[in-house]
């Protein structure tokens, strides 16, 4: 079968590796290669800006998670690496998303059910790629697997369970609008059957309009109705029956609680040991980039948050620190947002906004509008925090919480956050001189 490998990146190695193996006649079509990823040697490839034009003829084009379906012109089928791995999955499937969290909530199941004497396997973007760990799978594993809207946008089975998170604008450069962003994601319940269980939240109504595309069985998190799992008094319940105290979750903010209550409530459909909970939850101590402390530096702590490339997951961190004197870092690179929502709730908090990026123009006008402190710092990272740290207050935080993707000034959300955490570590070492 002649298989074209559209795009080649991460995911696209992934499926090059894994196609090649099975015996296929595989194609890399690709505008470009990376030195992060050479091509293989003795591959055949298409490379350069109109590569995408040579697909027609192909049996099957693999396109990778970023590339749209639409962009793909062929007379044969439009496959992805994520679609392979649901046809060929041989046990369940626990899928994860939302516009944030789902990384978080994903490792908090992986951690509980490992806990609890499960083999799981964590796949998406958090965990390795699914085609990698196909051939390993047993018949008593559980993968999980964190799902964004580029890797549902045209899925052909869903998940036997569905953790519908929170969901927020996102993602409107790629996508058309947001009715084609809920139309993508809703591919986690679009083919589910009456035998499988959506989880949702219940006071997000995109994550309730998802959920109700799903033929199998309800349930919310974070809402205390029949056997669901809820907080009350500082400990997680499903219904009348404690689980474990809230101080087993060993990350910032009030959100990642109910990342902890979506994570039990879809362990739940697989466990029923409250003790594997209580451990799981303690033993995940948080991801790289998600309001990690840095350190603290003359009585200021400093937070890694370079994942919030939203306004909401912006506010959400604010929140997480109200009543603190805090400085927080806002701008980068276009996603088609609306900042309003988060300069005012900078304003409600008190907070300063070091406005930073590309977007950082719009969202200095939008804080002087709103009379809220602000000042514009256009340089890179070393000049960001020397600025932050000249107005920052003993016992206050500094919080990298963008608001907006990176790729105006850095590589990825993840190098942007490495990049804050060495010049953070720079001022401790050498201060802002």
Known sequence: MRIAIAWYGAEGQSSYRYFHERGDDVTIVTPQVSSQFPLPEGAKAIVGEHA????????????????????????????????????????????????????????????????????????GNIGVPPLDVLSLLQPDDIVVFELSSFQLWDLQKSPHTAVVLMIEPDH??????????????????????????????????????????????????????????????????????????????????????????????????????????????????????????????NGVRWYDDSIATTPGSAIAALQSFAGKNIVILLGGSDKGADYTPIVQEAQRVGAIVVAIGHTGETIAKLCQSHHVRVIREAGMMPEVVRAAAEIAQPDGVVILSPASASFDQYKSYSDRGDQFVAAVEGIATHGTN
């Open 172 to 297: 409107l450069d790629v996508h058309k609008d947001m009715a084609e962003y809920i139309a993508a994601k809703s591919g986690i319940v679009k083919h589910q059957t009456a035998q499988d269980t959506v989880i949702s939240h219940p006071l997000n109504r995109y994550s309730e309009e998802i959920a109700r595309q799903s033929p199998g069985r309800r349930m919310h998190f974070a809402d205390s109705g029949e056997h669901e799992v809820y907080i009350r008094d500082g400990a997680f319940y499903r219904d009348e029956q404690r689980i474990c105290g809230t101080d087993a979750v060993q990350l910032t903010g009030d959100f990642n609680l109910e990342n902890a209550c979506a994570a039990i409530a879809a362990s739940l459909e697989y466990i029923d040991d409250f003790a594997a909970i209580e451990r799981g939850l303690r033993r995940f101590t948080g991801l790289p980039h998600r309001l990690k402390l840095v350190r603290e530096v």
């Open 52 to 123: 995408f034009d040579h697909l027609s003829d192909f049996d099957v084009v693999v396109r990778s998670a970023a590339l749209r379906p639409d962009r793909i012109v062929t007379n044969g089928k439009i496959w992805s690496a994520t679609n392979e791995f649901f046809a060929r999955c041989p046990v369940p499937i626990i899928g994860v998303t939302g516009t944030k969290g789902k990384g978080t909530t994903s490792s908090f199941v992986a951690s509980i059910l490992r806990e609890a004497g499960k083999a799981v396997q964590l796949v």
